[in-house]
């Protein structure tokens, strides 16, 4: 398979993590902050951000980067709380 295949496959994997994030959480089948809907978000920025970046669409790689972040903010966060739940 040749990288421009592959990039693409990510791009199109990224595409449906976030695609099926945000279906699930609109269905109340996940939680906005699950661990879960947060992986998605993750791993769908993640791969459309590799995909934006090979063929130079800047604005979408500006977009996932702070996607990842909203998601890794929030999985700090989620752990922060555990933390403290367990403390108490």
Same mark, same amino acid.
């Given at each position: 398979?040749?990288?421009?295949?592959?990039?693409?496959? +990510?791009? $199109?994997?990224?595409?449906?993590?976030?695609?099926?994030?945000?279906?699930?959480?609109?269905?109340?089948? +996940?939680?906005?902050?699950?661990?879960?809907?947060?992986? +998605?978000?993750?791993?769908?920025?993640?791969?459309?951000?590799?995909?934006? +970046?090979?063929?130079?669409?800047?604005?979408?790689?500006?977009?996932?980067?702070? $996607?990842?972040?909203?998601?890794?903010?929030?999985?700090?966060?989620?752990?922060?709380?555990?933390?403290?739940?367990?403390?108490?």
């Amino acid at each position: 398979m040749n990288p421009q295949r592959i990039i693409d496959l +990510l791009g $199109w994997v990224g595409a449906v993590c976030l695609l099926l994030a945000y279906f699930l959480v609109s269905r109340k089948k +996940l939680a906005g902050d699950s661990l879960n809907y947060q992986l +998605l978000n993750l791993v769908g920025g993640a791969l459309l951000t590799t995909n934006s +970046l090979y063929y130079g669409a800047f604005p979408s790689v500006a977009v996932n980067v702070v $996607w990842i972040g909203i998601a890794l903010f929030t999985l700090s966060n989620r752990r922060g709380n555990k933390k403290d739940a367990e403390i108490s």
